[in-house]
Nanobody
């Protein structure tokens, strides 16, 4: 059974940092691409970052570029999202997702329907 479990969310003041983790099981972690998405109340789920197999390619949304870093550790079957210089607009539930093997591009990774498994989400709250 495929499982994705996020952790590391919490409350932080603007300008602070958090590192999210997503522990994967039930599949070969090296095989698929992986992504981070977020959803704020009243908003659609939006792509935050995406990483290819072997970390060869990384994509970021414009709103987080330069502040967030996505990475993966195959030895630990874990996906990470390092978030620095957080602001109130980053407040959301953050989800990790598995992207099946295939061709991904700087536009296709933002299509949430392309991901086949999702975690339950972890809340990030940034206060001013």
């Amino acid at each position: 059974e495929v499982q994705l479990v996020e952790s590391g969310g919490g409350s932080v003041q603007a300008g602070g940092s958090l590192r999210l983790s997503c522990t994967a099981s039930g599949f070969t972690f090296d095989d698929p691409d992986m992504g981070w998405y977020r959803q704020a109340p009243g908003n659609e789920r939006e792509g935050v970052a995406h990483i290819s197999t072997a970390s060869q390619t990384k994509y970021y949304s414009d709103s987080v570029k330069g502040r967030f870093t996505i990475s993966r550790d195959s030895a630990k079957n874990t996906l990470y999202l390092q978030m620095n210089d957080l602001n109130v607009e980053d407040t959301a539930v953050y989800y990790c997702a598995r992207g099946p093997a295939g061709t991904w591009s700087d536009s296709s990774w933002k299509d949430a329907t392309r991901y086949d498994y999702w975690g339950q989400g972890t809340q990030v709250t940034v206060s001013s």
